[in-house]
């Protein structure tokens, strides 16, 4: 099974805030941070703009934490379990609702999508702070393994519709094609460019299109067999088989649209 929140260690014992005082202040804090993160798409801020927007003194925050590094593993820790909450109530609820794989499919991927659309503000500058710390790399990593398990476990409940030969290794392709797509339109892995509404829901219909036709449809030949049933790629040196005089007559069209488009 999964981890999501051991994986980052807590505060310490003696950092642990006792009064409610001291907790309303570390939650001032923790709030401070997340806000800054999302405002500003990374973690380019320093200690003093905590303090500013937390409401805190800067003594307060080096009680608790020795360096911003610290701070951002404990906002982090903080954000892992309101996703580990939210992602098991919402494939709960999508498994209550389904009564059939294409049911099933098609909400987890409106649900998934929407719900890494709603953190997608605090888990952008997360994910790059997890290329310069393992800590919160680690937990990433556990937090996204979890919902992989949710959405296959989900996909299983109606293993008897799914054609694959191996139907958990088919549910956990789509759960990657599903997952890649929606993290690349959303930019957490580069600067983020907005989709607008409508490209954004041919995204969600299109990957259940994909989905649903590699689950419900196994292929004719095997994959194997349709690589050797394929032409062999031309040797260095040698000539492609030449193309249709169609293809460039097409290509043209294209070109002249494109142009004139530009133009």
Request: aromatic share 6%; with cysteine; hydrophobic share 45%.
């Amino acid at each position: 099974m999964p981890t999501t929140i051991a994986a980052l260690p807590p505060l310490s014992e003696d950092r642990q805030p006792l009064q409610s005082r001291s907790r309303a202040s570390l939650s001032r804090m923790l709030a401070a941070a997340r806000r800054l993160l999302i405002e500003r798409g990374s973690d380019d801020f320093a200690l003093s703009d905590v303090s500013r927007v937390g409401r805190v003194s800067i003594g307060s925050i080096y009680h608790r934490f020795e360096s911003k590094e610290e701070l951002l593993r404990a906002v982090h820790r903080e954000l892992m379990k309101d996703l580990h909450a939210e992602q098991s109530a919402m494939v709960a609820a999508v498994c209550a609702t389904a009564h059939d794989l294409p049911g099933m499919l098609a909400m987890l991927i409106d649900a998934m999508a929407e719900f890494l659309k709603r953190n997608a503000g605090a888990l952008r500058p997360m994910m790059a702070c997890a290329n310069k710390d393992d800590a919160i790399a680690t937990a990433g990593k556990a937090s996204h393994s979890e919902l992989r398990d949710l959405f296959i476990a989900a996909l299983m409940t109606h293993r008897s519709a799914i054609r694959h030969a191996d139907p958990g290794n088919a549910a956990g392709t789509c759960f990657k094609m599903i997952y890649a797509a929606i993290a690349r339109d959303l930019g957490f892995e580069a600067a983020h460019i907005a989709a607008d509404q409508a490209e954004w829901n041919d995204l969600k219909k299109n990957l259940f299109a994909m989905c649903t036709a590699f689950l419900m449809s196994p292929p004719d030949i095997p994959f194997a067999q349709a690589l050797r049933s394929g032409t062999p790629a031309p040797r260095a040196g040698r000539r492609p088989a030449a193309l249709p005089k169609s293809f460039f007559s097409e290509e043209k069209k294209q070109t002249t649209f494109i142009s004139g488009a530009r133009g």
